[in-house]
């Protein structure tokens, strides 16, 4: 009986042993990819740094440009107001999910538009009010059978949720 009380301290600090091991590694490994990705992020914001003072030298060329045949102030002012409207087209692009023109409605894979026009998003620009409308209804895609277990919906009753 000694001797099971043995093995038994024995498997335990073996058990123990392994799991400081893994955690070990486990952090290690979780050191190695931070550092990758603290590399790699400090990496792009170089980048987006770099381009900025790319743009405004850019903006400046463009408006010393005009400043041949306008006033200086005036040539200023031409440029604030085209980098104004970039950057409204831009935020518009973004508002919109990513590079799709303001008010297009998605596409399914058959081609067809899916749910029509969006509606316009909340005015605060936190997406749309309720959730999509799925492509199709639900049920079996290949015969249009109805779900197995559920009772089938009549649109012209209205139906309460959370009974």
């Known amino acids: 009986m000694k001797r099971l009380d043995h ?12 799991a400081q091991v893994a955690r070990e590694a486990v952090r290690d490994e979780l050191r190695e990819q931070t ?6 992020a400090a990496l792009y914001a170089a980048s987006g740094a770099t381009g900025l003072y790319a743009g405004a030298a850019l903006a400046l060329a463009a408006g010393l440009a005009l400043a041949l ?30 590079g799709h023109p303001h008010g297009t409605a998605s596409h399914g894979a058959t081609g067809r538009v899916v749910g029509g026009t969006p509606p316009a998003g909340p005015s ?17 895609p290949v015969t249009g059978d109805p779900v197995p277990g559920m009772p089938e919906a009549d649109p012209d009753i209205p139906r309460r949720r959370g009974r």
């Open 124 to 140: 605060g620009g936190h997406g749309m009010p309720y959730p999509p409308v799925p492509p199709a209804a639900p049920g079996n």
């Open 35 to 40: 550092r990758k990705q603290r590399r790699t």
């Open 69 to 98: 045949g306008l006033p200086g102030w005036a040539a200023a002012l031409v440029m604030a107001a085209v980098l104004g409207v970039g950057a409204y087209v831009l935020r518009g692009a973004a508002r919109s999910g990513g």
């Open 7 to 18: 093995l038994e301290h024995l498997d335990k600090q073996l058990v123990d042993e392994l």
